[in-house]
Each structure stands twice: as C-alpha cells, then as structure tokens.
C-alpha cells in the first residue's frame, strides 16, 4: 500500500519563495503528482512525474522535483502571489497497477499580504 | 467543452435515509472514478469504472455504498443508511482511453467540482 504525508499548513507572505513538501511511502514505483484545490472548487492538476527528468514545471509558474531516494516530491514556487491561496494535494499513483490516486492529507497555503 | 459535472452540488439528509449522487463524466471518457473528502482530509477513492463494470471497487467502505454506471457514461453512487459519519464531499473524476503499450503512461484524472453530503 502506498501512503503519503504533507504538512498541514503553511503561511507565507506575498512574493516569498514557497516549498510545499511531500514524502511518499510504496514498495512497487509510482507517478507522482501535484493538485490545486481552490476555494470552493475542484481538484485541478498542477504537474505530474512519470519518468524522465526530476524536475517537472507545471502551471500558474509551479515547480516540484522527483528525488527517488527520498522518496520526496516537493513543489517550490520562487514568488507567491494572494491568489495561490489554496489547498495542495500530492497524489501518487501505482506504475501499471490500479488506476486510483492515493492522496495525501494536503497543505493549506495561506498567502498573506 | 464541459468538464465532469456532479449534481446536486448539495444535499442534506437525515441519518438512515437513502440517497443518489450523480456523476455526468467528459464525453468520450471510458474509466470514471469515485473518491471521498471527508472534512481536513485528502480524497480517498472509492470505486472505478471501465465502462459499465466496476474494475476496482476496494475502497467502498461497506456493503451501504454502491455504484453504477449501467450505460458506461453517466454513474449514480447510492447510499443506503446513511450515517452521520458519511457526511464528506464525494468527488467523481473521468479519464480518457489510454495508449496501449506506451510507456510511462498515465490517463489524466479529470475532478469534477464534487457533491457536500450532510447527514444530520
């Protein structure tokens, strides 16, 4: 079984760099991914790992890096804006094996001016 | 086009009573899933569809939760008696045929914007 953790929550202030961090827990290998969850909204996906470079860039100017032996995942933003006030979510997902995302607890950003 | 649509977006029920909550998939995608938020939680997934049949159904909690998806495109997620405990936001995703054969493939789970249940 796979299992994932993440901080609670996390509050910075407006245009300080963000590390959103994530450690995953599986026996077999996993994609991984990140998912934004705004107030009131869906789950929309901001970037996926499945195989070639660790670093992947996603949208809204988001980035994370796949580090295997850490088993980590982490999601960095160099300059937040008020606007990325959201619930973030790491997701991984068994490498040819069942289609569920299992999620972890997510990290309340609070992006305060 | 339109994304995965979930209705209704509320429904409060009282404990014992029955109900249905309705997931309208992206046209064209074949696999459509399930997962619960319950309050300061991440989703945990329920059930899986390729087309009509249920491929992976481990995450239904009890014999109280059902889902179907008769025509392979609309799905109903039924609860029989429900529980104070079952009051969470259930979230239905769809995704589209994968490539066979291709390497590190993975189908994008779209989230439609989910169905609060209360139950009072």
Redesign the interface.
């Known amino acids: 079984a796979q299992s994932?953790t993440q901080l609670d929550s996390l509050p910075v202030f407006e245009e300080a760099p963000v590390e959103l961090r994530c450690n995953y827990s599986s026996s077999v290998s996993v994609?991984l991914f990140w998912?934004v969850q705004y107030p009131n909204?869906?789950?929309?996906?901001l970037l996926?790992y499945?195989?070639?470079s660790t670093l992947v860039k996603g949208i809204n100017g988001f980035e994370a890096e796949f580090n295997k032996s850490q088993t980590s995942f982490h999601l960095r933003k160099p300059s937040v804006h008020i606007s990325d006030t959201a619930e973030y979510?790491c997701?991984v997902?068994t490498q040819g094996g069942?289609?569920?995302?299992?999620?972890?607890?997510?990290t309340k950003l609070t992006v305060n001016p | 086009g339109a994304g995965v649509s979930q209705t209704p977006s509320n429904k409060v029920t009282e404990k014992g009573k029955y109900v249905e909550l309705r997931c309208d998939p992206i046209s064209g995608h074949t696999a459509l899933y399930w997962y619960r938020q319950s309050l300061g939680q991440g989703p945990e997934f329920l059930i899986y569809f390729q087309g009509t049949g249920a491929a992976d159904d481990s995450g239904l909690p009890n014999d109280r939760f059902f889902a179907v998806r008769p025509e392979g495109s609309v799905s109903t997620l039924k609860i029989q008696r429900t529980e104070r405990g079952d009051s969470a936001v259930y979230l239905c995703a769809s995704s589209s045929p994968g490539l066979a054969g291709a390497l590190s493939s993975y189908n994008e789970q779209f989230f439609g914007p989910g169905t609060r249940l209360t139950v009072l």
Request: no cysteine; net charge positive.
């Open positions: 994932v994609y998912y909204q869906g789950l929309q996906l996926k499945l195989s070639g979510f997701a997902i069942s289609e569920k995302l299992v999620f972890g607890k997510g």
